[in-house]
């Protein structure tokens, strides 16, 4: 299998959740920490336009509840504003993000990664 790299905050619930599941599953993957390394511009830019400002942006987070409505019109605005912003704040980006060769995963669903990975 080609590798795989998952982005992600160690400290996220979730993202401890798809790493346990990996493991069990024997699959490699590089762990890409939005903390300690940030977001890579042109990988943020791809997920927005393949899935869509709606299925990239946690909205649920405490990250987002704190914005004010400026910042929040620049999100849902989209665009390079919105993406530097994501990029700056990057709890705002639904976590996990799975990347292989053929696909991007956001979020953790055992049955999608599943099928992504054909286990």
């Not at 599941?21 to 300690?36: C, G, R, T």
Request: charged share 25%; glycine share 6%.
């Amino acid at each position: 299998m080609s590798k795989l790299t998952l982005y992600g905050i160690p400290n996220c619930d979730t993202v401890k959740k798809a790493r346990r599941w990996l493991d069990e599953q024997s699959i490699a993957y590089v762990f890409h920490n939005f903390k300690k390394d940030g977001v890579p511009a042109a990988s943020l830019a791809s997920w927005v336009e393949t899935h869509g400002l709606d299925k990239v942006v946690n909205r649920r987070g405490t990250t987002w509840r704190k914005l004010n409505d400026e910042q929040k019109a620049v999100v849902e605005a989209g665009g390079d504003a919105a993406l530097k912003l994501l990029a700056a704040e990057s709890s705002m980006i639904k976590r996990p993000v799975l990347e292989t060769a053929k696909h991007t995963l956001i979020g953790f669903s055992v049955e999608d990664w599943s099928s992504a990975l054909k286990l």
